[in-house]
């Protein structure tokens, strides 16, 4: 058996075992059963193998699904931690039926939907809010699974520091059970669509965000050829309307099938499909969104067969993304180097966003230092060994571009980052690896990310 991730298909793995998991009893008896180390995986989405573990079990965390509790006074909502992010949006709309003011999740990952609340905080997530840190600020409370399979409460007041090495933890320090969510008021949102160059937009999302806007980001060209590469680009953010204000029925919106050919263009015509995207997205300013609804995405699973079969013959491939951050005045003169970076890498970019972050004060490995623009981006990657290390080097400099401009890169991704990047953007990681001594001296959870990284670290120490 060889378990992989859903998007890149860059990290198969054998584990010795994969165990279903339904109920939070059942979590702790495969936690403690059995020599072999464990991890816990949800919707595989991560991409540095977080939730794979070679040889060992691997724990499949998606039959915890239930909503436990909900607070309606309080806006705080219990569930289980395999919970996928659209069966919450339902249960809660569900639960709320014919109340006016309803509550709802703040945020979510918006490349897709099918990741578990549990990965979405071992990973400290974030979607496309402003004025939001990430997810690790919407916990409230987690219960979990240790490695002697007690079941521990903790949160900002009970087992405090245990609590900020899980958020953002990758499942190293326990099994999460169940989470306690901080809800927001569902909000009936405008979509305001413009098109922007890079200069002008962190005056623009600073004025937004303080206008009252709660989502909003910069999906930029991605064509090298073009001098709009990384430049210009397609603004767009929502602004609260009154909640009674009727949502037009057949608004405009992208089809699945719309959204294979625009993967198909972004692989042969990039300037084609910025334009593409572009037209549509200003045809639809002025459009009306749920708050929770318009975080859902449609995400075509194994979309890349399908585009293997219409590509020009050659080695088959995918994306891989990665994530870098920088403060908000560097952003323009990053993109600028960026730009000349990935044409000089012959890099292949086939998707590219900026979003704005607020700064991360709750975990111990924190990848939001600071306020930070966020700068995501997917590059088509041939599966040979020219193809990944083109991809590799392409990333580890655009990493590079972010250090000396006092930035940092999501360790959620690929594992290209070299050793001394690492030390550079989280110096505390030889201090969260001593924690995991502490609290789990067995090396209960183990992952083929974790057993990377510590590699990394043993080479910086030496």
Request: proline share 5%; net charge negative; hydrophobic share 40%.
């Amino acid at each position: 058996m060889i378990l992989n991730d859903i998007h890149s298909r860059l990290n198969p793995s054998r584990p010795a075992a994969l165990v279903e998991v339904t109920s939070t009893e059942q979590l702790r008896r495969a936690v403690t059963s059995g020599p072999e180390p464990v991890i816990v995986a949800g919707g595989r989405h991560a991409m540095g193998g977080q939730q794979f573990v070679t040889g060992g079990r691997v724990l499949d965390s998606r039959g915890m699904n239930r909503v436990l509790d909900f607070d309606a006074d309080r806006g705080l909502v219990e569930v289980e931690a395999g919970i996928q992010w659209p069966e919450l949006v339902e249960d809660l709309l569900d639960r709320q039926q014919g109340c006016y003011e309803q509550w709802t999740i703040a945020q979510k990952q918006t490349g897709a939907n099918h990741f578990t609340v549990g990965g979405s905080i071992s990973a400290n997530a974030h979607g496309r809010g402003l004025g939001m840190a990430p997810i690790a600020d919407d916990v409230e409370s987690l219960r979990l699974v240790t490695a002697d399979g007690s079941l521990l409460e903790c949160s900002r007041i009970t087992h405090s520091q245990l609590f900020s090495l899980v958020l953002g933890g990758y499942g190293l320090f326990g099994a999460i059970a169940t989470v306690t969510l901080r809800l927001t008021r569902r909000q009936k949102l405008e979509r305001v669509v413009s098109i922007a160059t890079v200069p002008e937009l962190v005056e623009a999302i600073e004025t937004r965000t303080a206008d009252g806007y709660r989502y909003g980001d910069f999906q930029f060209a991605i064509d090298p050829l073009s001098p709009d590469f990384l430049h210009r680009g397609v603004f767009s953010c929502y602004r609260p309307v009154e909640l009674d204000r009727p949502i037009p029925e057949n608004q405009r919106a992208f089809t699945a099938e719309d959204w294979q050919t625009m993967l198909l263009l972004a692989h042969v015509d990039k300037a084609r499909a910025y334009e593409a995207y572009a037209d549509h997205y200003l045809a639809t300013s002025g459009q009306l969104y749920w708050s929770d609804l318009l975080q859902l995405a449609v995400y075509l699973d194994e979309y890349h067969e399908d585009l293997d079969a219409r590509l020009p013959a050659g080695p088959r491939g995918t994306e891989m993304i990665s994530e870098v951050y920088v403060p908000r005045h560097r952003l323009t003169d990053f993109m600028a180097a960026a730009a000349e970076s990935l044409r000089r890498d012959g890099a292949d970019p086939i998707y590219g966003t900026v979003r704005f972050i607020e700064q991360d004060r709750h975990t111990f490995l924190p990848w939001a230092r600071q306020n930070y623009a966020c700068i995501v981006l997917n590059l088509h990657t041939e599966h040979s060994p020219a193809g990944l290390e083109r991809s590799a080097a392409a990333f580890r400099n655009l990493i590079d571009e972010a250090i000396v401009r006092d930035g940092s890169y999501y360790l959620t991704y690929h594992r290209w980052a070299r050793p001394d990047q690492l030390a550079a953007c989280y110096p505390q990681f030889g201090e969260f690896l001593a924690h995991k001594r502490r609290y789990d001296p067995t090396d209960r959870f183990v992952s083929d990310w974790f057993r990377h990284h510590v590699a990394a670290a043993r080479q910086v120490a030496a």
